[in-house]
């Protein structure tokens, strides 16, 4: 299981974290990675990062984010600078346990609102 937190009301161009604690060890699986759902938007993958600590992006979001892993917390954090309206969502992490499988074990999801 995981369990988001970090959202909250910022204005554009500021900065969130958020962070994904896991209730196991997230260096016995294959990725932990972040994924957003907008306002009548479909949800859409935005980061990841392996138990190699191998990170991956979206190309909306490179260049401005940063997904890292606490593999003591067993944590996984998603630094978001110079956010845009588009950013406005609600972000979920999800366990990836092994490379064949897909994205499984959804938290609850935290709200990021950007305002102009």
């Known amino acids: 299981q995981v369990v988001e937190s970090g959202g909250g009301l910022v204005q554009a161009g500021e900065s969130l974290r958020l962070a994904c604690a896991a209730s196991g060890s997230i260096r016995s699986i294959y990725a932990v990675g972040w994924f957003r759902q907008g306002p009548g938007k479909q949800r859409e993958y935005v980061a990841g990062?392996?138990?190699?600590?191998?990170?991956d992006y979206a190309d909306a979001v490179r260049g401005r984010f940063t997904i890292t892993a606490d593999f003591i917390k067993n944590t996984v954090y998603l630094q978001m600078n110079n956010l845009q309206r588009d950013d406005t969502a609600v972000y979920y992490c999800a366990v990836r346990p092994h490379y064949l499988a897909e994205f499984d074990s959804w938290g609850q999801g935290t709200q990021v609102t950007v305002s102009p």
């Open positions: 990062i392996t138990s190699a600590d191998n990170p």
